[in-house]
C-alpha cells in the first residue's frame, strides 16, 4: 500500500471517530434522564442538584459541552467519569486489554481448531471428519454462549475442579506489572511461572466458550471457500503436476480460501468486542461490555463517550487491518476503500 | 535474547503454565464475601449505594453504631468513635466526644479535626450522604476529642443518621492526594483512609477486592487478617462458589434462589424482614387517579398477598398503614386493604370511570420481577374493568416519573435506620413532589403539617403519635398501594460464626468479629 493510501486510510479513520464522537455525545444527551440526578441520590433537594448539574457543565448548551469534550480528547484526556470522579483513561486502560485479551485468544482458538476442521472437512468431504465438522459447526452456532458458558462453569469448575470459575486472576496473586495489560504477557514478561498459571486457568474458559461460539462460522467459511477452490482449474493442474497433495491443500488452495475467512473474523473481532458482555459475566470477566453497561444505566457521559471513541477506533483499526491482510494473502487484490 | 530462545523460554513457560489448575498458595485467615455488583466508589462521601457498602464498612468507623438484635436495629445506638454524646443546650445542635486510641492506617490518631474534615468534606462535596446531612451548618472543633455539630435546624434523626455506613470519619491526610481541588475524591474512590479493622490493599476492578488488617485498629480482627469482596453475578456461579467453600457469604441473593440455596450442604440462608416497600403509585394529580374512590378501587383490585406469594416466594410482608414492619409507627391494627374486585368495580363506577378505560403504567425494569409484578398488576386491574399499558422506562428516565407525567408507576422505599422519617418525610410530604421522591403526587396539607411539626419534635413519644395521627390521614386518602415489604436475604456457610448483619443496612459486616469453625482459615 502506499504512503498516500495509508494517508487517505488515517483520514478516513479520524473521520469516522470524529462522527461517532458527534453522534455518540448527541444522542447521550438528547435521551431522557438527568445525571446529577443520579449522582445527587433520590433524596437530593432541587438545588444540590441544580449545584451538581452546573459543576459537571450540564447546564451548558449541547454544544458547548461537546466543544469542550473534544478540545480535552484532543489533548488525550476523556474526562472524569461523573459517578466515580476517577479519570476515564484510567479505567478504559484495564478494561479494554481484559477484553481485547479474552478476544484475541478466543479467536486463536477458533481460528486453529476452525481451519484446520475446515480444510479436512472440504478435503474429506462427505466423509467422518466432515460431518464431525458440520455437526461442531451446527452446534456453535445455534448454541447461546450465556447457556455454554454455564455449562462449561458447572463442569469443570463445579465437577471436575480442574479450573478456576471466575475473574482473571485468583485471590492469592496480585497482578502482574501493567506492560500491555494483557495478564498473559505481562506475566510473561514478569517471569512469573505461578502467576502464568493462574492467568492461564483463568482465561481458559472464558475464551473456551467464546471460542467454541465463533469456531462454527469459521468452519462453515473455510469449507465452503475450500470446497470452491479444490474444484478450480489451478489446483487440479497443480495436482496433475506432481505436486504433493498437503502442499497443494495447504499451500496453494487455502491461501486462497483464507481470503473471506479474513472478512469474517475481521466482523467476528468487531462483533466480540460488543458482544463478549454476557460470558464477561457470567465469568466475572472486568472487561469493557460490563464496565460501559454500568455507565450507561447510570448515564455517565464521559465513560459511555470514553468507550465508544475507543471501541470505534479499534474497530476501524480491525477493518484497516483486513484491508492489509487481504493483499498479503493475495497481492493481485486492488488497493480496498 | 536472541528470537528462537525468546520462543523457547515463551513455550517453556506456557507449557509449565498449563499444567493443570494453579496451586493454593498458603494464606492468612481469609473471608470471602460475594456481592452481585462491584462498587462503583469507594469514597464515603460519594456514595449512596448499599453495593459500595462493604469496603466502606470495613475500612471506616463511624461516631455511632445501631444497637442490633437478631439481624434488626433495635432503634438504640452506641458509640463506635464516640464515647459520649448528646444534644446541646441550644436544642438542637450536638455534642460529641471521641474515645481516645482509635488510630487511622496510618498509625495516626482519629481526633475531632478528623470529625470537622470528613463532614464538612461531604458538604463540600455535597453529593451521596450530604442530601441527609441537611440540617447541619458546620462542625466545631471544642479540643482534641470534643466537637459540636452546628445545626441550622432541631433534627432528632441526626444520632440514626451518624450511625449509617458512609457517614465514615476519614484521614484528613488524605489531602496530600487532592488534585485540582477535588478533595481527594479520586483518590478516594479508590483507596480507603480509615480506622476500621482493614484497609483495601487491591482493587481489580469488576471482579475482586483485597482487604488487609489494619495494623493500627484499636479492635484488630479475632481471626480473619483478610477480607476478599467478590464479585459474582450468577446464581448457579454463587451456589457453586458456596458449596465448593470459595465463598462464605454471598448478599445479593434472590427470592427465588432461596430453595435452591437451602438444599446446598454447609450453607444456610438468613432472611430477616425489612423497611424495603414496593407500591404501586397513582398519580394523585391526574384524573381519574385524582379522585380518592379510584384510587381505593384500586387498592382493592390488586391483590398483594397473591403477589407476594408467587413472585417472591413469601419472603416478603403485608404492610398494614403505610409504614413496613420494624419501623416505629408501624400500626398492626390498622387493617389491611381487602381484595375486593367488587367492591372496586362499585367504587370505581360511583366516579364515573368507564370500563375498559386505559391507564399507562411507566416502570424501570430494574430486575426480571419487575415485569412480572407488572404483568400481574395489569391482569389484576383488567378484572374490575381498567386496562393497563405497560411503559418500560430506562433506569434514567424516572424524571418523567417525577415531573408527573404518568398514570400509575412501580417504585420502592426505604427505611434506613428505625424512624418513620425516611418514608414519611420523602414519599408523603407535598415538599418533595416534582424533584423528590413524593412520585404519587400527593398533597394534603394538614398530613405536611403533622410531618413537619414530626421532623423538629425532640420527645421521640410525641414524635410517633404526630406520625401516626399523619399515617391514618394517608391511609383514608390511600395515595398509593403499598404491596409489600421485601426481607433480607443472606446466605452463608454454616462454619462461619459471629455475623452480625444488619438487614437494613445490607452489605455491612462485623468480619472483625467473625470466625470460622475450628479455626481453619
Known amino acids: 500500500m502506499s504512503a498516500a493510501a495509508v494517508l487517505r486510510r488515517l483520514a478516513g479513520l479520524v473521520m469516522v471517530v470524529f462522527g461517532v464522537t458527534i453522534i455518540t455525545f448527541l444522542i447521550s444527551h438528547v435521551i431522557p434522564g438527568d445525571p446529577a440526578q443520579m449522582l445527587a441520590g433520590p433524596r437530593a433537594s432541587a438545588e444540590a442538584v441544580a449545584r451538581i448539574r452546573t459543576e459537571l457543565g450540564l447546564d451548558q448548551p449541547v454544544l458547548v459541552q461537546y466543544g469542550r469534550y473534544l478540545a480535552a480528547l484532543l489533548h488525550g484526556d476523556f474526562g472524569v467519569s461523573i459517578v466515580t470522579g476517577r479519570p476515564v483513561a484510567q479505567d478504559l486502560l484495564q478494561v479494554f486489554p481484559a477484553t481485547l485479551e479474552l478476544i484475541v485468544a478466543a479467536l486463536a482458538m477458533a481460528v486453529v481448531v476452525g481451519v484446520l476442521l475446515g480444510t479436512l472437512a472440504a478435503v474429506y468431504r462427505g466423509g467422518a471428519i466432515d460431518w464431525a465438522a458440520r455437526l461442531l459447526a451446527s452446534v456453535s452456532v445455534s448454541m447461546p454462549a450465556f447457556w455454554l458458558a454455564l455449562i462449561l462453569l458447572l463442569l469443570f469448575y463445579g465437577v471436575l475442579d480442574w479450573l478456576p470459575g471466575d475473574g482473571r486472576l485468583g485471590v492469592a496473586f496480585d497482578p502482574p506489572p501493567t506492560v500491555t495489560g494483557f495478564f498473559v504477557i505481562d506475566a510473561l514478561l514478569a517471569g512469573d511461572a505461578a502467576l502464568l498459571r493462574d492467568v492461564l486457568a483463568h482465561l481458559a474458559l472464558p475464551a473456551t466458550t467464546l471460542a467454541i461460539a465463533t469456531v462454527g462460522g469459521v468452519i462453515r467459511i473455510v469449507r465452503a471457500a475450500m470446497i470452491g477452490v479444490l474444484n478450480e482449474d489451478y489446483i487440479r493442474t497443480a495436482i496433475a503436476s506432481g505436486l504433493r497433495w498437503r502442499t497443494v491443500v495447504f499451500n496453494h488452495a487455502l491461501r486462497n480460501a483464507l481470503i473471506p475467512l479474513v472478512t469474517v473474523l475481521g466482523l467476528e473481532a468487531a462483533a466480540l468486542l460488543f458482544g463478549s458482555v454476557v460470558v464477561e459475566t457470567v465469568f466475572v470477566w472486568p472487561g469493557a461490555g460490563s464496565y460501559v453497561l454500568g455507565a450507561i444505566f447510570a448515564l455517565d457521559f464521559p465513560v459511555i463517550m470514553g468507550f465508544t471513541v475507543i471501541a470505534s477506533l479499534v474497530y476501524v483499526l480491525i477493518n484497516t487491518g483486513v484491508d492489509l491482510l487481504y493483499r498479503v494473502l493475495n497481492p493481485q487484490i486492488g488497493e480496498v476503500g | ?521
Open chain 2, 1 to 521: 535474547m536472541r528470537r528462537r530462545d525468546l520462543l523457547a523460554s515463551t513455550g517453556a513457560m506456557l507449557a509449565l503454565a498449563a499444567c493443570g489448575r494453579p496451586a493454593s498458595t498458603p494464606r492468612p485467615p481469609t473471608l470471602v464475601i460475594g456481592k452481585a455488583s462491584d462498587s462503583s466508589s469507594m469514597d464515603p462521601a460519594i456514595t449512596t449505594a448499599s453495593s459500595d457498602f462493604a469496603p466502606i464498612g470495613l475500612a471506616y468507623e463511624r461516631l455511632l453504631r445501631f444497637v442490633m438484635r437478631d439481624g434488626q436495629p433495635t432503634g438504640g445506638l452506641e458509640g463506635e468513635l464516640a464515647r459520649d454524646w448528646r444534644l446541646d443546650d441550644d436544642g438542637r445542635s450536638w455534642l460529641f466526644e471521641l474515645a481516645p486510641g482509635h488510630r487511622f492506617d496510618d498509625g495516626s490518631e482519629v481526633t475531632a479535626e478528623a470529625v470537622r474534615f470528613s463532614f464538612e468534606r461531604c458538604l463540600s462535596i455535597g453529593m451521596g450522604v450530604a442530601q441527609a446531612l441537611g440540617g447541619l451548618e458546620r462542625v466545631e472543633v471544642l479540643d482534641r476529642y470534643r466537637c459540636r455539630f452546628r445545626m441550622a435546624v432541631s433534627m432528632p434523626i441526626f444520632p440514626m443518621i451518624l450511625a449509617l455506613a458512609p457517614m465514615a470519619v476519614i484521614n484528613p491526610a488524605v489531602m496530600r492526594h487532592a488534585r485540582d481541588g477535588d478533595l481527594a475524591r479520586a483518590w478516594l474512590s479508590e483507596h480507603t483512609a480509615g480506622s476500621g479493622a482493614y484497609r483495601v490493599t487491591g482493587w481489580l476492578r469488576g471482579q475482586r477486592m483485597i482487604l488487609a488488617a489494619n495494623p493500627h485498629a484499636a479492635q484488630p480482627p479475632r481471626h480473619f487478617q483478610r477480607v476478599v469482596i467478590k464479585v459474582v453475578k450468577d446464581e448457579a456461579v454463587y451456589r457453586t462458589q458456596l458449596a465448593k467453600g470459595d465463598i462464605d457469604i454471598f448478599e445479593s441473593v434472590g427470592p427465588d434462589a432461596v430453595e435452591r440455596l437451602a438444599a446446598v450442604k454447609g450453607v444456610q440462608v438468613l432472611e430477616q424482614p425489612t423497611p424495603l416497600v414496593i407500591a404501586l403509585v397513582p398519580n394523585n394529580q391526574r384524573a381519574p387517579l385524582d379522585d380518592v374512590r379510584v384510587r381505593r378501587a384500586i387498592a382493592h383490585a390488586v391483590d398483594p398477598a397473591a403477589i407476594a406469594r408467587s413472585l417472591v416466594g413469601g419472603h416478603a410482608s403485608l404492610i398494614h398503614g403505610v409504614l413496613p414492619p420494624g419501623v416505629p409507627g408501624n400500626d398492626p391494627t390498622i387493617p389491611l386493604v381487602a381484595h375486593d374486585p367488587v367492591r372496586a368495580r362499585a367504587l370505581l363506577a360511583e366516579a364515573g370511570v368507564a370500563a375498559g378505560r386505559t391507564l399507562g403504567l411507566s416502570y424501570v425494569q430494574s430486575s426480571a420481577a419487575s415485569d412480572a409484578v407488572a404483568l400481574a398488576i395489569q391482569s389484576q386491574l383488567a378484572d374490575v374493568g381498567l386496562t393497563v399499558r405497560l411503559d418500560v422506562l430506562a433506569p434514567s428516565a424516572m424524571g418523567k416519573v417525577r415531573q408527573g407525567d404518568f398514570d400509575l408507576t412501580i417504585s420502592s422505599w426505604y427505611a434506613d435506620f428505625p424512624d418513620p422519617w425516611p418514608i414519611m418525610k420523602f414519599a408523603y410530604n407535598s415538599a418533595n413532589i416534582g424533584d423528590g421522591l413524593n412520585l404519587a403526587r400527593y398533597g394534603n396539607p394538614a398530613v405536611d403539617a403533622l410531618l413537619n411539626r414530626a421532623e423538629m419534635t425532640m420527645d421521640q413519644t410525641e414524635r410517633l403519635r404526630l406520625y401516626g395521627e399523619a399515617q391514618r390521614l394517608i391511609v383514608a386518602d390511600q395515595p398509593m398501594v403499598d404491596l409489600f415489604a421485601l426481607h433480607g436475604l443472606l446466605a452463608v456457610r454454616r462454619d462461619i460464626e459471629g455475623l452480625v448483619y444488619n438487614f437494613w443496612q445490607p452489605g455491612v459486616y462485623n468480619a472483625a468479629q467473625m470466625t470460622r469453625k475450628d479455626g481453619a482459615a
